[in-house]
């Protein structure tokens, strides 16, 4: 049997245990994306895989991200610099000061 294209793959389904909001960064496996929608428990939706998103850092984040570095997510949707004990989420788009809420993220598989 030949491979058949099946989408793009900008996104992938998913369907969730609890309720996902909007923005929020889904792990599974090695698989990372982020909600473009809020979705209910036990209903059909789906995870961006490609994309440029602003994600919000840990308010005592004081880290500098620089346009180019590689980018981590924890399980708990924090952005981190550190590869131990997290996922590979993308690469850093803009730099973002010590002070920015957020970096700016260009999601990679």
Same mark, same amino acid.
């Given at each position: 049997?030949?491979?058949?294209?099946?989408?793009?793959?900008?996104?992938?389904?998913?369907?969730p245990t609890v309720d996902v909001a909007v923005g929020s960064i889904v792990i599974q496996g090695d698989l990372v994306g982020i909600t473009k929608?809020?979705?209910?428990?036990?209903?059909?939706?789906?995870?961006?895989?490609?994309?440029?998103?602003?994600?919000?850092?840990?308010? $005592?984040?004081?880290?500098?991200?620089?346009?180019?570095?590689?980018?981590? #997510?924890? *399980? @708990?949707?924090? %952005?981190?610099?550190?590869? $131990?004990?997290?996922?590979?989420?993308?690469?850093?788009?803009?730099?973002? #000061?010590? *002070? @920015?809420?957020? %970096?700016?993220?260009?999601?990679?598989?």
């Open positions: 049997m030949q491979a058949q294209f099946v989408h793009d793959g900008k996104a992938v389904d998913f369907t929608r809020d979705i209910k428990a036990g209903s059909l939706g789906s995870i961006a895989v490609e994309g440029v998103f602003d994600i919000p850092k840990d308010p $005592a984040d004081a880290e500098v991200y620089a346009a180019g570095q590689k980018i981590y #997510a924890t *399980t @708990d949707g924090i %952005v981190t610099d550190v590869d $131990a004990g997290t996922v590979y989420l993308g690469k850093v788009v803009n730099d973002a #000061a010590a *002070t @920015d809420s957020f %970096v700016r993220v260009r999601l990679s598989q």
